[in-house]
């Protein structure tokens, strides 16, 4: 596995994010979409990342996490393709 490389800019956003989601998420506990939750981020550089927050426990106190993956280029079969060797954890 490749460690992503992301800029400290980069990686301060996504924590941004990351505790935005987490305290929307502990504050709708029914809503179990938002402990596992996915999206794209795109680079300053405009190529585009996914990432991933969260919950192991599913109860509290809560074990949250949050990655960062690359994204292979897309091709005429697929819009683009999470690339899980390439990734980075994101502390929160």
Known sequence: ?????????????????????????ESNPDCTDLFDYW???TLENGDLIDYNISEANEEQPYEWSMCAYGLDKPTEDRPHYINTEESLTIPL
């Open 1 to 25: 596995m490749s460690k992503l490389n992301l800029d400290q800019t980069t990686i301060t956003e996504l924590q941004a994010i990351g505790r935005k989601h987490i305290e929307t998420a």
């Open 39 to 41: 999206d794209c981020y």
